[in-house]
């Protein structure tokens, strides 16, 4: 589908509602899901869009296809009755999480990979998702598997289940559905549904007793960083998706459009009361009321680190799509004047909130997420941080797993590719 035939489809679609109640409000007129575009990052800077698509090409055949011992995270693993089975690997820690599965479908649909995104999607449904009605992670999936698709632990990280919904979206609007559990958009709303109306759950799991509740809080409207009742009045800023939250709030189910509304609304207001006033850092995890989370078995997880990265691709993405808080220029302004200021060609990857340097290497994964901040940023310093992107290799060895999905995932963002397929 050419750009403009994909416009509009996305104000045919908008305008009627389909999927969704009518009322559904219209995005901005002048952000990317009403235009139809997405800006080009990559191109401001003075690449062609011919070098823009090698790029992505190259990353992905070498993240996906190359050298399975050096280079790729993905992996095929076999054939089942629904077809060729494949999972991501997180390289380091020797698992598969729902985390790299639903972003591996995520850069797949983005990147017109049906095959690799129906063996992903098979693998976690195999694996992964949980059929059973009395087991508390029902309607979920375990974040934590050995290769081998043994569970390490049956709980979800809720991120990997907005992921997944999204991508599933996206692959109705751009290959339609097919039949079981290739029936994308009935997969999706499933997901959707749980997510906010799965009732309380008592059983039994490899890790003994647990209680989980739905996803997202009724009263506070965010994602919960566990539906794990001992950790559940909590959350993680990096997993706050408004961006799709507006998606789901279109084209899930009806009855729900309303919460998913006001859901990106708060994820909006709690991204600018969870940064820093002076660096624009967020936290690893967070309560409820924006301030910092220090949980019993993570020290630093009140700090800048891994997890935190990706908050500003969130609010970033958020306003190149819908472009409704004016509040996401300046947290990204805020943040990339902080990593100006510590070097941008050196900066470390763990940070106290207000700024003091905790270690860390010159992590690819934060180059790739500070990058994509530039969607939101509206300063001339931005586009150093895109170049800076642009001149960093694919990761490999060790740690390319988080590494690459991340870099996966700003090169699809900063060179325009990361869109809204409405579901057909």
Same mark, same amino acid.
């Given at each position: 589908?050419?750009?403009?035939?994909?416009?509009?489809?996305?104000?045919?679609?908008?305008?009627?509602?389909?999927?969704?109640?009518?009322?559904?409000?219209?995005?901005?007129?002048?952000?990317?899901? @009403?235009?139809?575009?997405?800006?080009?990052?990559?191109?401001?800077?003075?690449?062609?869009?011919?070098?823009?698509?090698?790029?992505?090409?190259?990353?992905?055949?070498?993240?996906?296809?190359?050298?399975?011992?050096?280079?790729?995270?993905?992996?095929?693993?076999?054939?089942?009755?629904?077809?060729?089975?494949?999972?991501?690997?997180?390289?380091?820690?020797?698992?598969?999480?729902?985390?790299?599965?639903?972003?591996?479908?995520?850069?797949?649909?983005?990147?017109?990979?049906?095959?690799?995104?129906?063996?992903?999607?098979?693998?976690?449904?195999?694996?992964?998702?949980?059929?059973?009605?009395?087991?508390?992670?029902?309607?979920?999936?375990?974040?934590?598997?050995?290769?081998?698709?043994?569970?390490?632990?049956?709980?979800?990280?809720?991120?990997?289940?907005?992921?997944?919904?999204?991508?599933?979206?996206?692959?109705?609007?751009?290959?339609?559905?097919?039949?079981?559990?290739?029936?994308?958009?009935?997969?999706?709303?499933?997901?959707?549904?749980?997510?906010?109306?799965?009732?309380?759950?008592?059983?039994?799991?490899?890790?003994?007793?647990?209680?989980?509740?739905?996803?997202?809080?009724?009263?506070?409207?965010?994602?919960?960083?566990?539906?794990?009742?001992?950790?559940?009045?909590?959350?993680?800023?990096?997993?706050?998706?408004?961006?799709?939250?507006?998606?789901?709030?279109?084209?899930?189910?009806?009855?729900?459009?309303?919460?998913?509304?006001?859901?990106?609304?708060?994820?909006?207001?709690?991204?600018?009361?969870?940064?820093?006033?002076?660096?624009?850092?967020?936290?690893?995890?967070?309560?409820?009321?924006?301030?910092?989370?220090?949980?019993?078995?993570?020290?630093?997880?009140?700090?800048?680190?891994?997890?935190?990265?990706?908050?500003?691709?969130?609010?970033?993405?958020?306003?190149?799509?819908?472009?409704?808080?004016?509040?996401?220029?300046?947290?990204?302004?805020?943040?990339? @004047?902080?990593?100006?200021?510590?070097?941008?060609?050196?900066?470390?990857?763990?940070?106290?909130?207000?700024?003091?340097?905790?270690?860390?290497?010159?992590?690819?994964?934060?180059?790739?997420?500070?990058?994509?901040?530039?969607?939101?940023?509206?300063?001339?310093? @931005?586009?150093?941080?895109?170049? @800076?992107?642009?001149?960093?290799?694919?990761?490999?060895?060790?740690?390319?797993?988080?590494?690459?999905?991340?870099?996966?995932?700003?090169?699809?963002?900063?060179?325009?590719?990361?869109?809204?397929?409405?579901?057909?």
């Amino acid at each position: 589908m050419n750009r403009l035939a994909f416009t509009a489809v996305v104000g045919a679609l908008m305008a009627a509602g389909t999927g969704c109640a009518s009322n559904s409000p219209p995005p901005s007129p002048v952000g990317a899901v @009403a235009t139809g575009k997405y800006r080009n990052l990559f191109a401001e800077t003075g690449q062609s869009q011919a070098e823009v698509t090698r790029k992505l090409s190259s990353a992905f055949q070498q993240l996906f296809h190359g050298n399975p011992k050096t280079e790729a995270v993905y992996f095929p693993f076999g054939t089942n009755a629904n077809g060729p089975l494949a999972y991501v690997s997180d390289i380091n820690s020797r698992d598969v999480r729902s985390e790299g599965m639903s972003y591996g479908m995520m850069i797949a649909v983005q990147l017109d990979k049906r095959a690799e995104f129906d063996a992903l999607w098979n693998w976690s449904r195999t694996f992964m998702y949980h059929t059973a009605s009395n087991h508390p992670s029902f309607g979920y999936f375990s974040w934590s598997l050995k290769t081998n698709g043994v569970p390490n632990d049956e709980m979800p990280a809720p991120d990997g289940e907005a992921y997944y919904a999204t991508a599933l979206l996206f692959a109705a609007g751009r290959w339609g559905n097919g039949e079981g559990i290739y029936d994308y958009r009935a997969e999706a709303n499933r997901i959707l549904t749980d997510l906010r109306h799965r009732p309380s759950i008592t059983g039994k799991t490899i890790k003994g007793t647990q209680t989980a509740v739905a996803i997202f809080h009724p009263e506070h409207k965010m994602i919960r960083f566990t539906p794990d009742v001992d950790n559940s009045e909590h959350t993680d800023p990096s997993y706050h998706l408004p961006a799709f939250y507006e998606v789901w709030a279109r084209f899930g189910p009806a009855r729900d459009q309303e919460f998913w509304k006001a859901a990106a609304s708060v994820s909006r207001d709690f991204f600018y009361r969870a940064a820093h006033p002076a660096t624009g850092l967020t936290p690893e995890y967070g309560n409820f009321d924006a301030t910092p989370w220090i949980a019993p078995w993570h020290p630093r997880s009140g700090d800048f680190v891994a997890d935190a990265w990706r908050t500003a691709m969130n609010w970033s993405a958020d306003w190149a799509w819908w472009q409704a808080d004016p509040r996401q220029k300046e947290l990204s302004n805020r943040l990339q @004047a902080f990593f100006e200021s510590k070097d941008i060609a050196t900066y470390a990857s763990r940070f106290t909130l207000d700024g003091k340097t905790l270690g860390g290497d010159h992590s690819t994964g934060l180059i790739a997420m500070n990058a994509t901040a530039s969607l939101a940023a509206d300063h001339p310093r @931005a586009k150093q941080f895109v170049t @800076a992107l642009w001149n960093t290799p694919v990761p490999t060895g060790q740690y390319r797993y988080y590494d690459g999905m991340l870099y996966l995932l700003a090169l699809l963002h900063c060179g325009g590719e990361f869109r809204v397929w409405p579901p057909k």
